[in-house]
């Protein structure tokens, strides 16, 4: 069992940043975020893996409608992933969802909203 805490959300004006943290209860290779606007399916923004002991990094991905304004980050030592959102849209607006893998099965953190006002 892999549990997943998310914070961070909340409403910004357009052009606003915000920074969504997940805690992972156990070390994950890959986590990742997604997104759900109302009235749409959920989509992937961003994926990190761990990398390896010595570059504390590893592979990241992004969404093109995201590149360049979200950042994607974790700290091995905290179990953590970090989304830095800059230049918020509104069509930025969502309900913003951690992911995780672990063990064949796939985890979901409770979902934090992101408001972005124009």
């Known amino acids: 069992q892999v549990q997943l805490v998310e914070s961070g959300g909340g409403l910004v004006q357009a052009g606003g940043s915000l920074r969504l943290s997940c805690a992972a209860s156990r070390s994950i290779n890959a986590m990742g975020w997604y997104r759900q606007a109302p009235g749409k399916q959920r989509e992937w923004v961003a994926t990190v893996t761990s990398g390896t002991i010595t570059s504390g990094g590893g592979l990241i991905t992004y969404a093109d409608s995201v590149k360049g304004r979200f950042t994607i980050s974790r700290d091995n030592a905290k179990n953590t992933v970090y989304l830095q959102m800059n230049s918020l849209k509104p069509e930025d607006t969502a309900v913003y969802y951690c992911?995780?893998?672990?063990?064949?099965?796939?985890?979901w953190g409770q979902g934090t909203q992101v408001t972005v006002s124009s």
């Open positions: 992911n995780a893998g672990y063990a064949g099965k796939f985890y």
